[in-house]
């Protein structure tokens, strides 16, 4: 068989066939770089042709959601699921609502989630879906009915055994009540097919938590490994969703100073650093609330800045929890100016290719989402092992079983990042968590054949 492979001719190949999917592209170049010379040097891997395969989606669901809202107008929205790999397991990755959308933004989230899921060593493989459905500003009952229709068409395509959605940006505990409500109704079926449910109903304790404390406890995974510790230190976080309010709150309960929060339309600062009293309150309120920052600014919780982001604050340590591609360049420039020396990403891609630059040349800590975010869906596996056991586990064995998921996370990223033959002690995460990844996903993909 000719012998495919090197990194020119298969991001080429990818490059030619999908060259408007810029997100896609710069998701799987990342990975690319890095896992390339360990392709070539696998004469299986490359027999088998593993990266152009590890690369493209199996499958990509597409759908349209013709609903009636409230009014009894017709709405009409797009709907994916692209499920990217199946063989460490079941399809398994959030749902996305929000108008930015597209099938490039999902594929860079599925590619990602499989990398995310080889991490935690637990048997998932990578999905992930969504809809340009934008619910800021709807109504309960809109968001029921948009739910219940993209649910219609998305549930003949899903199972417990084949591919387990769960929440992402805007799908939270409430749309993943909905949803399951109505593949229930339409399967008759009482079955672990979605995960971060309500704990009437099959959810797992942690669930909700386990994303942003599994950012934390990476951090300070990563603290212990440098001989620090995650008190006194000053900590800035982007973001104002479940992820940052619980990444915030787990890091203030860990003796930090969290300086900030953010969202697509500002910043919240608070030089003294954010109470755990405030945290709480945010993550009670903010699914409820048009702009839960400017509202914590009311109440003297900080100083809400309109059209700001968080990074030209000196903080040592920088937490993006919002989306992909926040953090520019220039923003990279600004953290590296003010003396930052760590950036975690608690969103997943949130860092451009540049910025990612920028601190790997510098030096300092920078740890990928696929690693430091995969708290999330390492409950979500634990959440599917109590549904297919009919059981509930409590939230201090949960809780403990995420914080030594996240320490064999750090663990792999260590293992595979070291030795970067420059005769430093300095961990390349990224290189860590891209080639940990990789071994475990395609060494299931050669055991299972073509
Ligand atoms: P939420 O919907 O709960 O919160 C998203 C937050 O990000 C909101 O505060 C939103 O502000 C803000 N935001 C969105 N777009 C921008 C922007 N362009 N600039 C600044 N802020 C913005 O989402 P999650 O917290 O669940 O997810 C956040 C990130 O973490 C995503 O990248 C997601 O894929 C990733 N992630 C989430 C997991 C989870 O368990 N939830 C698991 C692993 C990764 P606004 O309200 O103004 O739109």
Request: charged share 20%; hydrophobic share 40%; proline share 2%.
């Amino acid at each position: 068989m000719a012998q495919k492979s090197n990194f020119e001719e298969i991001f080429s190949f990818l490059n030619d066939k999908f060259s408007n999917e810029t997100e896609y592209l710069q998701a799987v170049h990342e990975v690319l770089e890095d896992v390339v010379p360990i392709y070539n040097a696998n004469e299986d891997y490359k027999t088998f042709d593993i990266v152009r395969r590890i690369c493209m989606p199996e499958r990509i669901i597409y759908f349209t959601v013709s609903w009636m809202n409230s009014e009894g107008d017709i709405e009409v929205n797009q709907g994916w699921r692209v499920q990217h790999n199946s063989a460490m397991g079941p399809y398994k990755g959030g749902l996305r609502f929000h108008p930015t959308v597209n099938l490039s933004v999902l594929k860079f989230l599925a590619f990602e989630q499989c990398f995310k899921n080889a991490l935690t060593g637990l048997p998932m493989g990578g999905g992930k879906g969504g809809s340009d459905f934008n619910p800021k500003g709807r109504t309960d009952r809109d968001i029921m009915l948009f739910c219940q229709a993209f649910m219609r068409e998305l549930q003949r395509h899903i199972g417990a055994n084949t591919d387990v959605p769960a929440g992402d940006i805007n799908v939270g505990a409430r749309e993943i009540g909905y949803l399951y409500g109505e593949y229930r109704r339409l399967n008759n079926k009482f079955e672990g097919v979605l995960t971060g449910k309500g704990l009437e109903f099959g959810g797992s304790y942690v669930r909700t938590e386990a994303t942003g404390f599994g950012l934390i406890y990476f951090l300070e995974a990563v603290c212990r490994h440098r001989d620090s510790e995650i008190e006194g230190q000053t900590i800035a976080v982007s973001g104002a969703g479940n992820v940052a309010l619980h990444g915030a709150l787990k890091a203030v309960e860990k003796g930090g100073k969290v300086i900030s929060l953010s969202n697509s339309r500002g910043l919240l600062h608070n030089e003294d650093g954010l109470t755990d009293i405030a945290l709480k309150w945010a993550i009670d309120n903010h699914a409820t609330r048009n702009n839960i920052l400017a509202d914590m600014a009311e109440q003297n919780m900080g100083k809400w800045v309109l059209d700001k982001k968080p990074w030209h604050l000196k903080c040592d340590i920088a937490l993006p929890c919002a989306t992909q591609n926040e953090l520019l360049e220039e923003d990279a420039k600004a953290l590296l100016d003010n003396g930052c020396q760590m950036v975690l990403e608690g969103a997943n891609m949130p860092c451009t290719n540049e910025a990612q630059a920028l601190f790997l040349n510098a030096k300092i800590v920078y740890v990928p989402g696929k690693a430091s975010n995969a708290g999330g869906v390492a409950l979500s596996g634990l959440e599917m092992g109590q549904n297919a056991m009919f059981n509930q586990r409590n939230a201090s064995a949960l809780d403990e079983q995420l914080y030594s998921i996240m320490e064999s996370v750090h663990q792999r990223c260590v293992e595979e990042g070291q030795n970067n033959g420059d005769g430093s002690s300095y961990i390349d995460y990224m290189k860590g968590a891209n080639i940990a990844a990789f071994r475990r996903l395609a060494d299931a993909m050669l055991a299972q054949g073509v």
